[in-house]
């Protein structure tokens, strides 16, 4: 078995009693932020041990939601070109590079959320580009935890954006979606 890092986002009420729901529902592998005395939102720090990174989110989710808390997200994470250059161990420079096209294949991902200064990168995407491209030591296990916290993450915003819609239209949007 692999042990998965990763977080969940969450809403919980307020009470004791959540933290020691989470914990007996089985997130005891997690350090748990929450101010139990106000409620609200909070972040769970996984460590978990599973078969697959699907194993291991899809089980955090679910304990979460027996335990009562609604997971509002998975930690998608979004980078800066200093940050991706820190976990590669290369330089801005080179990070930069690759970013405009002047270093390696071509084709880097583009920004998720493009600004003057700093635009951001979805880990995901950059870390599955740096590991098809041989261009930085990057573990197949960190390319998988990435892709399935994006993946987990768009599946719970849909799931929660699709809430704001009447039942048929929800039910008209996944048939064409299907």
Same mark, same amino acid.
């Given at each position: @078995? &692999?042990?998965? *890092?990763?977080?969940?986002? #969450?809403?919980?009420?307020?009470?004791?009693?959540?933290?020691? +729901?989470?914990? !007996? +529902?089985?997130?005891?592998?997690?350090?748990?932020?929450?101010?139990?005395?106000?409620?609200?939102?909070?972040?769970?720090? #996984?460590?978990?041990?599973?078969?697959?990174?699907?194993?291991?989110?899809?089980?955090?989710? +679910? $304990?979460?939601?027996? +335990?009562?808390? !609604?997971?509002?997200?998975?930690?998608?994470?979004?980078?800066?070109?200093?940050?991706?250059?820190?976990?590669?161990?290369? &330089?801005?420079?080179?990070?930069?590079?690759?970013?405009?096209?002047?270093?390696?294949?071509?084709?880097?991902?583009?920004?998720?959320?493009?600004?003057?200064?700093? *635009?951001?990168?979805?880990?995901?995407?950059?870390?599955?580009?740096?590991?098809?491209?041989?261009?930085?030591?990057? *573990?197949? @296990? !960190?390319? !998988?935890?990435?892709?399935?916290?994006?993946?987990?993450?768009?599946?719970?915003?849909?799931?929660?954006? $699709?809430?704001?819609?009447?039942?048929?239209?929800?039910?008209?949007?996944?048939?064409? @979606?299907?």
């Amino acid at each position: @078995m &692999t042990v998965y *890092s990763f977080e969940l986002h #969450f809403v919980a009420l307020a009470g004791e009693a959540v933290i020691d +729901a989470l914990y !007996e +529902a089985g997130w005891d592998d997690a350090t748990v932020s929450l101010d139990p005395g106000t409620g609200g939102p909070g972040v769970a720090a #996984f460590d978990r041990e599973a078969a697959t990174a699907v194993e291991a989110i899809a089980s955090a989710i +679910a $304990q979460g939601r027996a +335990a009562g808390v !609604e997971v509002t997200g998975v930690n998608e994470d979004l980078v800066t070109l200093t940050e991706i250059a820190e976990r590669t161990g290369r &330089t801005f420079a080179t990070a930069d590079h690759w970013a405009v096209g002047r270093r390696g294949p071509g084709g880097f991902p583009a920004p998720k959320v493009r600004r003057p200064r700093v *635009s951001l990168w979805s880990w995901a995407e950059v870390v599955t580009w740096l590991h098809e491209n041989h261009l930085a030591e990057v *573990s197949l @296990m !960190e390319v !998988e935890i990435a892709r399935v916290c994006e993946v987990a993450d768009s599946l719970i915003r849909a799931h929660r954006l $699709q809430r704001r819609l009447p039942a048929e239209d929800r039910e008209r949007l996944c048939h064409a @979606m299907a």
